[in-house]
C-alpha cells in the first residue's frame, strides 16, 4: 500500500483554506484521463489515522482492482477538506455531513459526497434499566452539553421514544425545544466527561463513544442509539468527498463499491470501531440532500 503523511500545523479556522507552501512536497493528484490524468497515477484518499489497518486492506483490494490508491494521512481533522479543495488530494474519507455542510458553508465552497460508509453511534446507557420501555415516565436522563452532542443526544432520545421535539428536531436542537407535555422524561445536560459518571443518579445517559469504558460499559450495551433509518440521523453518517465536478468519476465510485463490498475491509472498520461502527450503504442522493438541508439549516442560523 502506498501511504503518505501530511503534518501541518492546526488551521486556525474552519474556513481558512490552505497556505500553498503548506502543501509543498505533496505528489500532484492524480486526475480522471479526460483530465489529463493517467490510469497508472494513485487515487489519493485523505484521511485522519492512516495506521487504522484496514487501510492498507483497502488499498490491496483496490489494487487487486487495477486502481492504484494511495492514503494520504492528515494530522488534524481540519486540513482534509482544504486540501480536497485545492487539489492535493482526489477524495477524502474522515467526517460526517454535519462536518461537511459546516465547511462548506464556511469556507465557500460545495464538496459532495459520494459515498457512505458507516455511522458511529452515540448511545443511551442506564444501569438501571434494559430497555427504554422500562423507564418510567418522569425519570431524569443527562446528555451532554456541548451544542453538537447536545442536539444529537436529544434526536437519539426522540428516536427512542422519550422526548419529542418541536419542529422535529435539528442539529441545533437544546433542551429547550423539548416539548415537555409530549415527552416521557425530563432532560439535564452535563459536561460529556460527566454523563458516565451520572448514571448511579439518572435513569440513563447518553455517553460519547470515548467515555463508554469509563462507565464499565461496552457499546453492546446501549438500550438505544442513533438509528440510520431515521432522517434525523442521516447527517451523522460518515461519507467519501469528492470535489462538485468529480461526483460521477466512476473510478472514484468505484472505489466507494470496494469499500462497501469488500468484506475483509468492513470487518477491519468494525474491528477498529470497537464494535460500534453501523456500515451503511446509504443511496448517494439521499446524502446530498442531507447536506443541503444542513447546509440551508447553517445558513438560516447565521
Not at 474522515?94 to 457512505?116: K, M, R, W
Not at 420501555?133 to 422519550?162: F, H, K, M
Not at 418541536?166 to 460527566?194: H, M, N, P, Q, W
Amino acid at each position: 500500500m502506498s501511504q503518505r503523511t501530511i503534518r501541518r500545523g492546526v488551521v486556525a479556522a474552519l474556513a481558512a483554506l490552505p497556505i500553498a507552501a503548506l502543501l509543498a512536497g505533496c505528489a500532484t493528484s492524480a486526475g480522471s484521463e479526460a483530465d489529463g490524468g493517467s490510469s497508472d497515477e494513485p487515487i489519493t484518499i485523505g484521511v485522519v489515522g492512516a495506521s487504522d489497518p484496514y487501510w492498507a486492506t483497502y488499498a490491496e483490494a483496490a489494487a487487486d482492482a487495477g486502481i492504484p490508491v494511495e492514503i494520504v494521512d492528515f494530522a488534524e481533522y481540519t486540513q482534509p477538506n482544504p486540501a480536497l479543495t485545492e487539489g492535493e488530494i482526489d477524495l477524502n474519507q474522515f467526517q460526517h455531513i454535519v462536518y461537511l455542510a459546516t465547511y462548506n458553508e464556511a469556507a465557500g465552497e460545495d464538496l459532495q459526497p459520494i459515498g457512505s460508509t458507516a455511522i458511529y453511534p452515540l448511545g443511551l446507557y442506564s444501569t438501571k434499566y434494559d430497555s427504554v420501555d422500562d423507564i418510567p415516565d418522569g425519570e431524569t436522563v443527562a446528555i451532554p452539553n456541548d451544542e453538537s452532542n447536545q442536539a444529537r443526544g436529544l434526536l437519539v432520545l426522540q428516536s427512542a421514544g422519550l422526548v419529542s421535539l418541536k419542529g422535529g428536531g435539528s442539529i441545533f436542537s437544546t433542551v429547550d425545544d423539548i416539548d415537555e407535555a409530549k415527552s416521557r422524561v425530563k432532560v439535564t445536560t452535563l459536561e460529556a466527561t460527566l454523563t458516565p459518571t451520572s448514571l448511579p443518579d439518572v435513569a440513563a445517559a447518553i455517553i460519547n463513544n470515548d467515555f463508554i469504558a469509563d462507565a464499565g460499559l461496552e457499546a453492546s450495551d446501549a438500550i438505544a442509539q442513533d438509528d440510520p433509518s431515521d432522517p434525523n440521523a442521516l447527517p451523522y453518517v460518515n461519507i467519501f468527498a469528492a470535489r462538485a465536478d468529480d461526483v460521477d468519476n466512476p473510478t472514484y465510485q468505484k472505489l466507494v463499491e470496494i469499500y462497501q463490498d469488500t468484506q475483509a475491509v468492513q470487518d477491519g472498520v468494525l474491528e477498529n470501531s470497537g464494535g460500534t461502527a453501523v456500515l451503511l450503504k446509504t443511496p448517494v442522493d439521499d446524502l446530498v440532500a442531507s447536506l443541503k438541508k444542513v447546509q440551508a439549516d447553517i445558513a438560516a442560523k447565521g
